[in-house]
């Protein structure tokens, strides 16, 4: 399991404080400080074998109080989730690493973005075609600004329905080629509000182990059974159908149609041929396959040549490709209704706001009439991959579509390598344990349409570089 929260919440370590270790840090970190004769590599193993032990904290300190004894709250300082915090942050002080999470980027983050009055060539967001900021989609928010305010100030089953996200919906219905489409104010609370909605105690939901947090949130809420196959891989699916399958009313097969931590599609057609022969709904998520896949950026259907009614459940965000905030759900109106009257996420919150639902109507009529933007896109994740590949990085399952990883193994190498990347001008994130597993820390890549050639190239160059330095350093300490 994977997601964005989780690298933020768990890796701050910015307070400017002398090194100096907190009380209650766990035993491994603290050799780590301590022991000087350790090899750099050794240290690095014990940082990390820290911070695993941290995140996996289960109670603190604290013994559970008996029935009837006088329990009271501790400090949120005791919870485990801020000593994994904490952890984090003494890791990052230990290692000199700078915290590269909460960075405040002055302007538009595009192709370039700007911290601390510096620019950077930047590849940490996933505005995939180039449209936030583009002057239709800021001219049809501020008219919708004008127009309706900056908020329609009520959930839209009351006062809250503005023809905005009609406009919207219908557009994605149409996009999709079926039969509704309903928008979310966000799309974390999409794929909540939808999994939790539909499935009840008595089903069951089979979930890609990348699966984003999202999906897993959803699944708890509803109650239904949840199980987690391998990634990508449709035996072990087939196995988990055979097995459960018959003990349950409903199942829901999740996957996205682009993983956005490995860069790999999901095997589509063989997803949809399974789920048909097990009487299952099959529910895509197209987050990062919006405006990505398919020669017209329609997402998986295209990009595998399938007929859209195929999948149950299309899902996706408004806040990539489409340079808005919040998510959809494409498929049979029946489906829409039942969202639509009962899905806490959006009878139980505010509407779209107006110059979100504009701009995203806007950004969409944009992808379906310059692919041009699509097939500059698809042609530099290619040359990203490709040139990466040739400078032996390690690109794990990356396919060269939006997303690049570059695998580097250590956390404290993926952060060293951020910031040292940082420091000649290019913006990418380290993503590490516990949002990856612990041995698989890596700098993600989004790439997108508004890349250069020459951007990439001095991008995988510095990459190669950087990590020879660190090798060549950490062998010499
Ligand atoms: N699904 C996936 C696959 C995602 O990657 C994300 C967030 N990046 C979401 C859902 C949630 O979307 P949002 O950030 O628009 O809430």
Known sequence: MRDEQTIVAASRH??????????????????????????????????????????????????LAAPGGSARNGGFAELPAYKAILKHREIGRVFAIADPFYRTHEKRAGVETWIDGRSYVNFASYDYLGLNGHPAVREAAQAAMARFGTSVSASRIVAGERPLHRELESALARFYGVEAAIAFVSGHATNVSTIGTLMTPDDLILYDELSHNSVLVGAKLSRATALAFRHNDVPALTA????????????????????SMDGDVA???????????????????????????GRRGRGSAEHFGIATERVDIWMGTLSKTLASCG?????????????????PGLVYSVGLSP????????ALAIVAA??????????????FLSLAQSANLDTAHSEGHAIVSVIVGDLI????????????????????????????ARLRFFLTSEHTPAHIRATVTAVREELDGLGRRQRAA
């Not at 110059?355 to 806007?362: F, H, S």
């Open 14 to 63: 910015h307070v400017p404080a002398p090194p100096r270790l907190v009380p209650g840090l766990g035993p491994a970190l603290k050799r780590v400080m301590v022991r000087t004769s350790l090899s750099v590599r050794a240290r690095i193993g014990a940082a990390a074998q820290a911070l695993a032990d941290a995140c996996g904290t289960s109670g603190g300190e604290k013994s």
């Open 240 to 259: 988990l159908l055979r097995e459960h399958r018959h003990r349950h009313r409903n199942v829901l097969v999740v996957v996205e149609g682009l993983y």
């Open 267 to 293: 095997p589509l057609p063989e997803l949809i041929a399974l789920k048909e022969a097990f009487g299952a709904w099959l529910m895509v998520d197209e987050a990062h396959a919006l405006g990505v896949l």
């Open 355 to 362: 110059p979100l639902a504009a701009a995203a109507d806007a």
């Open 370 to 383: 310059e692919p041009r933007r699509v097939t500059r896109l698809q042609d530099n994740g290619r040359l």
């Open 327 to 343: 998510g959809y759900i494409a498929g049979k109106q029946e489906l829409i209704d039942i969202l639509k009257y009962q899905a």
């Open 413 to 440: 190498v993926a952060g060293r390598l951020a910031a040292r990347l940082l420091a000649r001008g290019f913006n990418v994130l380290p993503i590490i344990y516990p949002a990856v597993p612990l041995k698989a």
